[in-house]
């Protein structure tokens, strides 16, 4: 972003809203001669400062039909919550779309992150508005871990059942069970302490899985969502995990640091996998996290995110997973891989890091990536389930493996699962949820691509 | 789900007066004359009469000036439970179809205002679709996709899902009928055979989808869209996440293919578009709606329903607090507010026209079973002023 000559003279008249780049540096010059208009509040229209600039449009009110409320747009994507005017922010509203930007202002980006949090959740209590769902401080940041999420319908359906069944009981029982653990969770996101912030922020940063503490995945399966009878989340359950693993959040966070690839699975996981017993999600919750964190950070997660942000922020997220689970932890090859056999992507790679867009520029790396014949949903999957950390987290849980393990020694595979790694392309429905072994992903690459 | 009995008997469902002879009571419900946020009175009683001018109802819907106004009427015989949804037949604005939670999908006929054809899943159907002005095709919580001949009246099991069906839509270009569904696929019929033609994983359950040209726009849990090609599903066309914060509730195509509109159950709709690049990415937007402000705190709604008209490209929300808007997308405008209905919208339709509006209030259980306003079906004749982009 280009930086904002205005600002650097302390009379810029977008104040918040002006698209080029405050620099936190020239900003201590308060200038009274300068309006600074809200950025909900301008219902006049903005007058074109810059010619090449279009700056984010500012609508007219017009009502109809005799109601007059706030009938208005409010401008261009409206992440920050309402009354967003602190000066303490970095200028970059568009911090998602912009190339990456060195943080210059790591711990602001963080504390603005920590209040649009606790803001949001404020908001999402006094609201009235519906609970059960997935929550995100913005655009391109993976979902908070620990919302869970149903449509009206599905909660509909139980209801159903249950009255069905003639127990109501159970189903209000299940029903104040899941309020409760949502309002638990939600008054430890409004008021974070210091080690509750450290894993909230590494879960929107970094590529880790969060591996719900106490509950485990076996308590995900015997009994989803407290219900007797509901055979959704059950089956997404075990389905989510590797699904979970897919990176599907599109790698254009300039501020995080090649968090795209995992970072979306961690909080998700949290979303589908069910503490049937109604922890009081407190402490005991944000300390597993920031501890596995740790743990996982170690062996290759580090280096998982290090080629998930060379690879190309805004390629596929096919491509990304696949070249990061194949190899993990071994930079070198990732990078080899990253850049020689997807032509395509790397000019995608390099493109979308001036300007990354939410939407991963999958026609081109897609086609270039795909190594399977099979979508890259699949390839995904086998991406995710062959070596990602994030799966391997949860599934190692499941299957009763470390969970910080990268590669699966040969004794613990299933001859069938070897067969699946040795073959040129995974078939579907049998794509082995463990990680491969260590020798089989050196070398033998290039045929993959 | 309230305390109604049998519809059809000769008792009235809600007062309890025993003999249709008791209008007597029922009319002291009503009111003489509506005031704003009246409700209209249970259709029992008083149903030769209109509950707005008290005259005898003749075929034609009252056309007496009303609060709804002349151009709005209600439906007969609307389903006994809740709306899931409605759609206009392709080709007129007569036929409508409506699939509800009282396990029917019904065929209405909308000049006649009547109810032409019923038929039943073994479960709540959540969402039907029109093949051809023929053919219906209905999905719901039995997880069963089923065809129906509207004309000869005959029902073909098409196929299923493991998990209940959300969405079913059909693609005229490439011929082929999607569905979506809590089992986290994307099933592909053939509707001439019929026959399944593919079965595409998603990431997650699927809220909801829609048909663009010859894309698929998957909106699924997590915040997730997808965009996928319908002539060649091998790989995701497009991997999105939705802009909104919070739960995807809806998501409709332009009918001119530049984009889609997403709504959450935070009372915020975005507009994006599909081209990836940059230079349009830059136009998306979003904004916030269906929120009332009651005693200084900001209620926020879920945005259920999006329909587009098809002419102007604009396209009208439907919310749980009851009100309907119509937005001018390119403009930034909104074009239009309706009066609020009794309870929330379920559901909207434009007919392929665009003069006509259906908008199916319903109470959607988001606060449990609670005595609420009776669902209905609302038909409204919408006007240019109403629906075009003003061109200032």
């Known amino acids: ?449 | 789900m309230g305390e109604r009995r049998e519809a059809e008997g000769r008792g009235c469902a809600y007062c309890a007066c025993a003999e249709r002879a008791a209008v007597a009571r029922c009319e002291a419900v009503r009111q003489d004359s509506p005031g704003p946020g009246c409700l209209p009175p249970p259709r029992c009683c008083v149903k030769n009469v209109s509950p707005w001018c008290g005259l005898e109802r003749g075929k034609k819907p009252c056309t007496m000036k009303t609060m709804t106004g002349s151009n709005e009427f209600k439906l007969n015989q609307t389903p006994d439970d809740g709306i899931s949804s409605v759609k206009f037949s392709p080709n007129t604005s007569q036929f409508l179809l409506v699939s509800s939670w009282d396990t029917t999908v019904r065929l209405y006929d909308v000049p006649a205002n009547s109810m032409r054809l019923k038929y039943q899943h073994s479960g709540a159907v959540l969402d039907c679709a029109f093949y051809d002005p023929t053919h219906a095709w209905s999905g719901g919580l039995d997880q069963q996709l089923k065809m129906h001949d509207l004309n000869t009246d005959q029902e073909n099991l098409v196929g299923g899902h493991d998990a209940p069906i959300r969405c079913v839509e059909y693609c005229p270009e490439v011929n082929v009928m999607v569905t979506g569904s809590w089992d986290q696929t994307v099933k592909l019929w053939d509707p001439r055979t019929p026959c399944n033609a593919g079965t595409f994983s998603q990431p997650e359950k699927v809220y909801t989808l829609s048909v663009s040209g010859d894309r698929l726009i998957v909106g699924t849990a997590g915040r997730r869209v997808l965009v996928w090609d319908l002539r060649n599903m091998g790989y995701v066309q497009q991997r999105r996440e939705s802009s909104l914060k919070y739960q995807t509730r809806c998501i409709r195509a332009f009918p001119n293919k530049q984009g889609y509109v997403l709504s959450s159950i935070e009372g915020r709709v975005a507009v994006e578009y599909l081209d990836p690049s940059p230079e349009i990415q830059k136009k998306k937007y979003a904004f916030k709606c269906h929120r009332l402000k009651e005693n200084n705190i900001e209620q926020i709604y879920p945005v259920n329903a999006i329909s587009f008209h098809n002419v102007h490209n604009t396209f009208a929300t439907g919310g749980s607090d009851g009100f309907v808007n119509i937005w001018d997308p390119f403009n930034k405008k909104r074009l239009c507010q309706f009066h609020r209905y009794p309870t929330s919208i379920a559901s909207l339709a434009f007919s392929n026209d665009g003069t006509t509006l259906a908008i199916a209030s319903s109470y959607m259980y988001e606060m449990d079973d609670i005595e609420h306003p009776e669902d209905g079906i609302y038909i409204r004749q919408v006007t240019d002023a109403e629906t075009k982009p003003k061109s200032t």
């Open chain 1, 1 to 449: 972003m280009t930086i904002c000559q205005f600002f650097l003279q302390g009379r810029c008249r977008f104040g918040d809203r002006c698209w080029n780049e405050h620099p936190r540096g020239g900003g201590g010059r308060p200038h009274s001669a300068a309006p600074v208009r809200g950025a909900g509040g301008g219902w006049g229209a903005a007058s074109q400062r810059y010619a090449n600039v279009i700056q984010p449009p500012i609508f007219k009110h017009s009502t109809w039909g005799g109601s007059g409320d706030g009938g208005g747009f409010s401008g261009a994507s409206d992440f920050g919550s309402p009354g967003n005017k602190s000066a303490v922010f970095s200028q970059n509203r568009f911090s998602a779309l912009s190339s990456a930007h060195p943080a210059d202002g790591f711990s602001d980006e963080e504390q603005r992150l920590l209040d649009c949090v606790a803001k949001d959740m404020a908001t999402w209590e006094s609201s009235g508005q519906w609970m059960f769902s997935c929550y995100s401080p913005e655009a391109g940041k993976p979902n908070v871990s620990g919302f869970r999420e149903f449509s009206a319908e599905e909660v509909r359906l139980e209801y159903y059942n249950c009255s069905a069944n003639n127990n109501t009981e159970n189903y209000i029982n299940s029903v104040n069970q899941l309020v409760q653990e949502w309002r638990n969770r939600l008054q430890e996101l409004k008021a974070l302490n210091a080690s509750g912030k450290e894993s909230l922020l590494s879960q929107l940063k970094n590529a880790v899985t969060q591996p719900l503490p106490s509950l485990g995945f076996g308590g995900q399966q015997a009994s989803s969502f407290g219900f007797p009878s509901f055979p959704v989340s059950s089956s997404s359950g075990a389905a989510s995990f590797s699904f979970k693993a897919n990176p599907s959040v599109p790698p254009g966070n300039a501020a995080a640091v090649g968090s795209s690839a995992a970072a979306s699975n961690p909080p998700t996981l949290g979303v589908t996998s069910s503490p049937s017993v109604p922890n009081p999600v407190g402490s005991g919750n944000s300390s597993a996290p920031s501890a596995a964190p740790s743990s996982l950070n170690a062996p290759g997660a580090t280096g998982g995110c290090g080629t998930s942000g060379l690879s190309g922020s805004g390629s596929s997220a096919a491509a990304n997973s696949s070249s990061t689970a194949l190899l993990p932890g071994s930079s070198a090859a990732a990078n080899s891989s990253s850049t020689a056999p997807l032509p395509g992507s790397s000019a995608a790679a390099n493109s979308s890091s001036t300007a990354p867009l939410p939407v991963s520029a999958i026609p081109s790396a897609a086609t270039g990536t795909s190594q399977s014949g099979a979508s890259s949903a699949s390839a995904a999957q086998t991406a995710g389930a062959s070596g990602h950390n994030v799966t391997s987290a949860p599934s190692a849980v499941r299957d009763g493996i470390r969970p910080d393990r990268l590669y699966t020694p040969r004794s613990e595979l299933t001859a069938e699962e070897l067969r699946q790694f040795a073959a040129k392309r995974f078939t579907l429905g049998k794509i082995p949820l463990k990680p491969p072994p260590a020798d089989m992903l050196h070398g033998s690459d290039s045929s993959l691509f």
